[in-house]
C-alpha cells in the first residue's frame, strides 16, 4: 500500500478514503446514532408507581415514554415495613440489575429507599436504582444512621 505524505499527516491513497466514505454514509452514521440514542434511553428505564384506593401498580417506562408493561410483583407496597414493600424491593432489583438478588439486599433496599418514598407514589430510575446497589456495596451504613 503506498501512503501519501501531505502536510505531515500520513493519508491513505484516495481509492481506499473513497471506499471508506461510501462504508459510512450519512444515513448509516444518523442510523448508528440514533441506536446508540436508544439504547441510552433503553437503559433509563422508569419504575412508576401509583396507589389507586387499596390498588398499587407499578409500571416500567422506557425509550421516551413511549414504551411501558407492568413490573410483575403480587401486592406491591411501599413507605411501611410488610412483604409487599419487600418484593417490591426484590422485584425493582432483579429488575434493574438482570439478575436476582439476595434477601438482605432486598431488605436493605426496602428500608433505605422504599419506605421512605410517598404514600399515593413515586418514579425511581433503574439507573438509580443501580447506583443505590453501588453505594449499599461501597459502604456499609452503620446500624441507626437511616
Known amino acids: 500500500m503506498k501512503t ?3 502536510r505531515g499527516i500520513a493519508a491513505p491513497p484516495a481509492t481506499q478514503r473513497t471506499a ?11 442510523l448508528a446514532a440514533l441506536a446508540q440514542i436508544d ?14 384506593g387499596a390498588r398499587a401498580a407499578i409500571d416500567i417506562v422506557w425509550g421516551q415514554g413511549t414504551h411501558r408493561a407492568p413490573l410483575a410483583v403480587a401486592d406491591p407496597d ?9 418484593r417490591l424491593a426484590d422485584a425493582m432489583l432483579a429488575d434493574a440489575l438482570g439478575l436476582p438478588v439476595d434477601e438482605e439486599m432486598a431488605q436493605a433496599f426496602a428500608a433505605e429507599v422504599l419506605r421512605r418514598v410517598p404514600d399515593g407514589g413515586f ?3 433503574a439507573v438509580d436504582v443501580r447506583g443505590w446497589v453501588v453505594f449499599h456495596r461501597a459502604v456499609q451504613v452503620p446500624d441507626g444512621w437511616m
Not at 471508506?20 to 444518523?30: K, V
Not at 411501599?78 to 419487600?86: F, Q
Open 78 to 86: 411501599w413507605g411501611t415495613r410488610n412483604d409487599g414493600t419487600l
Open 4 to 6: 501519501r505524505i501531505r
Open 123 to 125: 418514579a425511581i430510575s
Open 20 to 30: 471508506r466514505r461510501r462504508a459510512c454514509s450519512r444515513e448509516e452514521r444518523e
Open 39 to 52: 439504547a441510552l434511553l433503553n437503559e433509563s428505564r422508569v419504575y412508576v408507581a401509583v396507589r389507586y
